[in-house]
């Protein structure tokens, strides 16, 4: 039933596969990790012919699971040299799995690069390559603005802006979100806007499906008795959940007093400031002209997201998550959410990703281009990137070449990306999970934090490696904020799964299967010219203390590197 549309960007020809028997029962990162293990040469040029980009939905999209309607975007990231996974809420993966398309690759690269295209899937389910040149340069939310005139309102757009146009390792992919329509979620990490802007693709615009897509269930009672248990749990503990009631913004309430926030590139510095941007004001500020509690996707329940206004009643940005508040924010000397909501709003449109911009402009105020907190001037260098000024382009490369530009001594990356909103001095377990992880420095791929993170060695690598699974198995199937509760339910998970693919899993063998899909991860990197050496913290984190807790972090580099394991 599912299928595999393939495009070739060189020959322009489109081809509808049967989906391959192999990948049944995969989905979302560990179909992507196969697939690039099966199909793409780690040592290719990510912006060369040999470079394939893949969309995918969870293995269990258009089913009714909670937050099941993910789209993971996979590739070889130019930002990290190794495999790349990066998943977003909205509403194209709902509108593939209508569709019934569980993946669409698009592979080689034209010989014209003065030539544009996008990918329509209109209603019937016809597949065409569409003329893009009139939309060249134009950013996300004008596209998609001219693509819902063209094509209707409800349709669904995964597109880049201008900074994956001109190649910026630090480009994402915007994805139209669920209830506005807006292309504010984004598929943000690890440059992969860049990717499909190599292969001259502006977008991929799907129409809503005429026909009522029938799932082959290979036990369809159990499976949405099991579906309806899965989701009351999650409905259940949402009630009383920060994330839930506030959104992710929340977290600043423990990482702020508590120094793991980053502040001032990295160093820790607690300002009284950051009560600007706790719980309380995160909601008299949204609320003011928008509203918490907004679904990203059909099918979540959790509702994480919200939708925030100007004083003027127009949208402004959506999806104002707590990882792009941290760095644009604190990380900046910037406690003023009107600003990271402006500086929110710039990245969705010009296409970058929130994290990878905070950090930019961090390591930038650090080596005095503007000064600390000026949000005049952070505005300006997001806009800079927009245009493409010498400046713009260079910031577009992302936070570890404008570090070396400009010799700074601290560049918060691992793997060349930006570490996230966590110090791995506060939270050692997770500063692991930057350094190994195969996708460079990331909060999705496994994040020690919360009230039981460890602080002894051993226990915050051993909890590193289980949440690192964790992330896998979440990955595939739905959103981290779900699996927080279904991940202490894998044994009727799996009897799901079982439901759905006709099998005899349990709770075991997901892990294996996270096992798996780790390993290949691992391997595509290897392949790549990733070396155990290469897994290590900036070493400012080591030698500089932080201030609340007054620890460096101390997991040594032998650990990092695999020489030596835990006991």
Known sequence: MWKTVRINSKSKTITTEDYNKTYVGL????????????EVDPTCDPLGEDSKIIFCTSLFAGTGLVCANRLSVGAKSPLTGGIKESNVGGNAAAAFAEHNIRSIIIENKPENSNSLYML??????????????????MNNYEFVENMQKLYGEKVSVISIGNAGERLYKNSSLQVT????????????????????????IKGI?????????EYPY???????RLRKELNQSVIESSKTSPFS??????????VGPAGIIPTHNFTGEISDKIDNLKSDKFMSFVNKNGKNQHPCQAGCLIKCSNIVNDDQGNFLTGGFEYETIALCGPNCDIYDYETIAKIDRYCDDIGLDTIETGATIGVCMDAGVIPWGDTHAALDLCKQMGEGTDLGNLLGQGTEIVGKHYNSNRIPTCKGQAIPG?????????GFTYATTSMGADHTAGITLGPDDPTDIEAAVATSDTMQHIFAIADSMTCMMAMATLGGQLDKVALLYNAMYDTELNAGDLFAAAD????????FNEKAGWKPEDNVIPEFFRNEPLPSTGRKFDIPQSLLSGIDKVQ
């Open 27 to 38: 989905g979302g990162r560990g179909l992507i990790a196969q697939f690039l293990h099966d």
């Open 422 to 430: 966590y110090d791995p001095r506060g939270s050692i377990g997770t």
């Open 120 to 137: 329509f899937i209109n209603a019937d389910g016809n597949i065409s390559l569409e003329d893009a040149s009139t939309y060249e340069g």
């Open 245 to 254: 009631l506030v959104g992710t913004a929340s977290t600043i309430d423990f």
């Open 516 to 523: 798996k899909n780790l390993l290949l991860e691992k391997e």
């Open 177 to 200: 979100e669920f209830g506005t329509n807006y292309p504010c979620r984004a598929a943000g990490r690890g440059g992969l806007g860049s990717v499909l802007g190599s292969k001259r």
């Open 205 to 213: 615009v799907i129409q809503k499906a005429k026909a009522k897509t």
């Open 218 to 224: 290979a036990d369809k009672e159990t499976f949405m």
